[in-house]
Structures are given as C-alpha cells and as structure tokens.
C-alpha cells in the first residue's frame, strides 16, 4: 500500500472516531490545573463529573463515583460511554493496594477466527466494525457493578442515581456535542437515527436530549444487574442478536464474567507506574517504553517537544511497539513473555541500538538476541475514535483510573431497539487476517486471533503513578493506537520535563507504532521541530497538512496530580474537547 493510502487511511480512522468530537485545539496561553483540597473527578463530559463529585459529597468513596461516572457517560457521552461495550478499571486504595478489573468484550462463542474475511479471504470492509457481527458480549455492567460491590460505600441504586436521572430528565446539549450526534454510522440503523438523530430532525445547541428507553434499563439494573447477564434484559439482547444476524446469545451473556488481574508494575527515575496488564498491551508497552528511556536525560537533549527529545522517545514507541504486534494476546489464551518485556537488561539492549542522530527504519530493526523467545511466524505483505478515560481521587486518597470504550465512535453503530444502548464493535480489536492492519493501522499477530470467549488485544491504559509510596498522578486517554505514547507522553512531560498536569493534558502529542513507519504530529506541533524531525530521516506526517478534513488531533487525558508540597489535588482536563471538566472541591 502506498504511503498516501496508507496517510489517508490513519487520517479516514482519526476522523471516524474523532472528528466530531473536537472542538480546535486551544490550550490557553498558561494552561492551569483546577485545584481542590479533598477530592477531583475528571471527565470529558461535564455532567459527568459533577455526577462523581456529587457522589463523592454524598459520602461515597473514589469507586462509588467511578461507577457514577461510568454510568453517566454512557448516557451523556454516547460516543463512548458505555453499558454495551467494556473497559479496565485500575483502582489504588487508600493503603496503597492495587486491583486491576478487566472486563473486556469476550468474542461470543460462535465467533471463529475468520469470521471478518470474504470467500476470497481478503478482510470484508466494515464487517467488524459495523453493524451486528462487529460486537463482542459487553462487558461494563458487570465492571462497573462488579467495583461497587466489591470497593463501594453507597449502594448500586445510589451511584447510578444520577445516570438515570440525566437519562430520563435530559442533559443539555452543546453545539459540539448536538453535532456529534449527527454520526453517519448511527443512520445506518432505524433505531440510532431515532434516538440519537430524531429521525433526521438533528438535536441543536440548547436542545435538552431525553432517553427514556436507556432510563427504564439503568433503573432495571439499578434494581438488579444480575438482569442484564442472566434475565429479561439478556434475552432481549439475544433476541435482537438473532433478528438481526449477531452472534450474542444468552449463553454467552450468562458466561460472562469480571477478571480481577495483578496490575503491571514499573519504575521509572524513582516513581512507581501502576498500569494495566493484557488483554491490554498498554502497561507492558508503556513499561517497555520507560525502562528503554530511563537510561536517557531527556531535559539535557532540550525542551519538551524539541526535536532531540522527540527522536530518542520515538525510537522507543518504534521498539516497543514492534514488541507489542509481534507477542500480546488474550493472558488466558496465550503465554506472553512479560517478564522478559519488562527486564531493564532487554530495555538496556534496546537502548543501545537507538542511533542518536537519525530513525532505526522499522523495516530494519532488529530485535535484541538473548532476551525474548522467538515471535510467533506470520509473513507480513509486502504492501503494505471513540474510548473514554477518567480518573477521580477522594478525600481519604483513594484512586481510580478507568477507560472504557465502544471501540469506534458510537461503537457499533447498533443501539438495542427495546433497551436503547449502543453496542460496541470491538471485535476489530482482534486479528481480522494476519498482517492485515485494523481501524487503527495496527498490525497484529496470531497471540490475538479471534477464538470463542476470547478478550481482543487493547491499548487501554489506565494508569496510576505514585512516589515513595504516595500518589502522585492519576492517567489515561482514548485514542486506539495512540493510547499507550499518549500515556507515556504525559508521564514524560511531568516526570521528566516538569509541565503542569494541564500543561500535560495540552501538549501537542506525537505518535509512532512501528508499523507504519510514520510519525504523526497533531496540527498544533510545533514547526521547526517537525523539520528538524524530517531532516533526521523522519517520515513525518503532520495531520492538518495532511488532510483538511481530519481532526488534526488525538486523545483525550484526563488527569489528576498530587502537588507534593501542599497535597492539593490538581485536575487537568484536555483542552482538546470543549464539554469535560475537572470537578473538585
Ligand atoms: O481497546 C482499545 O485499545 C481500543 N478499542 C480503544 C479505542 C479507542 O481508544 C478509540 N478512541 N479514540
């Protein structure tokens, strides 16, 4: 596939999840945090927020509002927000202990390793990321109801009190927000245009959007969750699957279940990363990514974003990420070298092979001998969005760091006619061919194969940093592919470069992933390093120049930092989208 393709491509699937989200990216000319004393949640939607921090001032703890937050975004942020999809909660408690809930998607039982690829075996356009056979079983009711029984205060009917309130009573909407609605995906399908689109008389700034359908189906969860994997709610979902062609039965929803997971733990210039484990590659790759620069003074190359910087981190997102398509799958279906992706000897010899003045081409790299075993074969061709995180910190200093998603923007597409939620399509996540690369240009290998009851490879990477024992940052952003370095990006930028957490939220973002050998630049990076970049040998691709029609930007972090001398908590927000909010009191 030629460059351009390819460059339009990344650009077309940018703009798929993005674009009709984004206000223009402006950071103010001195991004500050939003302070408060006791506690902060911070989301990309304001009513959601103040859901959490309403919860909190109730008397519930971080896991209590990360639920009501949970629940109010998939009513409030339809894009993402979710009961029809799922995600990764990391929570850190006040004693310094660490959980890691994973509930993922699970491929139904009926799914089979080639199920997205057309009789001459080439991938079907669309078949995985739209419509009924795009859905993995959801897993987020079971996520979120599993943390409030396990880690909550309140009672479940508390925490999503607000969700159904702002479900059945309407939230206000903004005009980027009444815009987003107007998804081509959701007119694919009768009831999404209904609901989402008023049959094509779209919602406009100031329109207050009601669900009542979605209101009905929180307060029967509210009720009694067991409903929505083992009763009526489950046979509707199955009842519609059947109608319409999916795969999602009963048996499967029946099934499903919460994993609790040991977290990944790192170390990076004396603070603690604690980040999510597979079937996320997020902590590992971001691990990987560290312990490669950890060897490096990144202050003393030049500022944050200069060139010099940006070429030695990028050559680490290029290695580890090589790590990534090559080896992670599904823990409970793979044995995946973690250790060995850990081991600060095999991110030593990684660092060794970074040339300091120009790119390692990808076609070239060549991966440290002695370390790691031999990656699966698969013969690579010669040719060659929508999640949300949030991260909420309560008075007595308990974490949560939390992304979900439905996978693309308004997932499937698909929102169940009796029950009014979208479905996710997170079956793209997986290996549709071999060598073939997803909606987000990843190239992945057979450890991620589809397979019955199994969980697709994520990005996702909800992380917590700590000091000395204390909490010191709370992570995480949307964005596929793009997760893990904007992760890793924001660690660097206050570790390392020593940026505000809005300073951190704000900054220009640069990404790569080893396959396809570009570097992507958002629109508001900075000219003369993008050149300097280029001259080094960079293929470059900065995205406004790229193509108009593309967002030009990526992700979204939603972060909390302790300031060390006054304990404040300082809530950053992304600049990026013009409806979320640091809420703190
Ligand atoms: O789990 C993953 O890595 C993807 N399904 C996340 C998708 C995403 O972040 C889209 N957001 N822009």
């Known amino acids: 596939m030629a460059l351009h393709t390819r460059t339009s491509a990344f650009a077309a699937a940018l703009s798929f999840l993005t674009s009709a989200i984004l206000a223009p990216a402006q950071a103010s000319p001195t991004p500050a945090p939003v302070r408060a004393r006791h506690a902060m949640v911070v989301s990309i939607q304001h009513d959601a927020s103040d859901a959490g921090l309403a919860i909190l001032k109730q008397g519930g703890n971080a896991v209590d509002a990360a639920v009501a937050v949970g629940f109010a975004l998939a009513v409030v942020f339809p894009q993402a927000g979710n009961i029809g999809g799922g995600g990764f909660m990391l929570i850190r408690d006040k004693h310094g202990k660490s959980h890691f809930l994973d509930y993922r998607e699970k491929a139904p039982a009926a799914a089979t390793r080639d199920m997205y690829l057309d009789a001459h075996g080439n991938v079907a356009p669309g078949r995985s990321t739209i419509g009924y056979l795009a859905s ?37 909407l903004s005009a980027e927000e009444a815009h987003n609605l107007q998804n081509k995906n959701l007119a694919r399908f ?45 046979r509707q979902i199955a009842a519609f699957e059947q109608k319409g062609g999916g795969l999602i039965t009963t048996a499967d929803l029946a099934a499903y279940q919460v ?18 484990p597979p079937p996320s590659s997020g902590g590992i790759v971001l691990v990987e990514i560290l312990n490669i620069l950890s060897g490096f003074n990144l202050p003393a190359l030049g500022p944050d974003r200069s060139a010099a910087q940006v070429h030695i981190i990028t050559e680490a997102f290029r290695r580890a990420y090589m790590d990534r398509g090559d080896y992670l799958g599904d823990p409970d279906f793979n044995t995946l070298p973690l250790k060995q992706m850990a081991d600060p000897a095999y991110a030593a010899a990684w660092r060794a092979s970074i ?38 910190v309560d008075a007595d200093g308990n974490a949560v760091s ?18 009014g939620f979208l479905l996710n399509n997170q079956m793209d996540d997986f290996t549709s061919k071999i060598g073939v690369p997803n909606m987000y240009g990843l190239i992945q290998g057979p450890a991620n194969a589809i397979a019955p009851g199994k969980r ?11 000091r000395n024992g204390k909490l010191a940052f709370v992570l995480g952003s949307p964005g596929g592919a793009t997760i893990i370095t904007t992760v890793a990006n924001d660690i660097i930028s ?16 640069f990404h790569h992933q080893y396959l396809p050998d570009r570097l992507d630049l958002e629109k508001k990076f900075p000219l003369e390093p993008a050149e300097a970049l280029k001259a080094m040998g960079y293929s470059v691709n900065r995205l406004a120049v790229a193509d108009e029609k593309n967002p030009g930007v990526w992700g979204d972090s939603e972060l909390i930092a302790v300031d060390p001398k006054t304990h404040e908590l300082l809530g950053g927000h992304d600049s990026r989208r013009s409806f979320g909010k640091a809420a703190g009191y």
């Not at 689109?197 to 700034?205: A, I, L, P, V």
């Not at 994993?259 to 999510?276: D, Q």
């Not at 790119?359 to 001998?369: D, E, F, G």
């Open 190 to 234: 009768p009831t999404s245009t209904q609901i989402f689109q008023r049959n094509g008389d779209f919602y406009k700034e100031g329109d207050t959007f009601k669900q009542p359908l979605l209101a009905a189906t929180l307060t029967r969860i509210s009720k009694d969750p067991t409903d929505f994997y083992k009763g009526e709610i489950a």
């Open 355 to 392: 040339d300091p003045t120009k790119p390692t081409p990808s076609k070239n790299l060549l991966r440290p001998a002695g370390f790691m075993p031999p990656p699966p074969q698969f013969p690579i061709p010669h040719e060659s969005t929508e999640t949300t995180h949030f991260s909420i």
């Open 402 to 419: 939390s992304t979900y998603t439905l996978n693309g923007l308004f997932g499937s597409g698909l929102t169940v006619d009796s029950l």
């Open 456 to 466: 697709p490879l994520s990005a996702m990477t909800p992380t917590i940093v700590t």
């Open 136 to 172: 993995g079983v959801p897993g987020t009711v079971a996520g979120l109801t599993y943390a409030q029984q396990h880690f909550g205060k309140l009672t479940l009917a508390q925490d999503m009190a607000p969700a159904i309130r702002l479900a059945a009573q309407g939230y206000v």
């Open 494 to 509: 206050t570790i390392d470069n020593g940026l505000n957490i809005q300073q951190v939220a704000d900054a220009p973002r």
């Open 259 to 276: 994993k609790e997971r040991a977290p990944i733990v790192g170390n990076y210039h004396g603070y603690e990363i604690i980040t999510a």
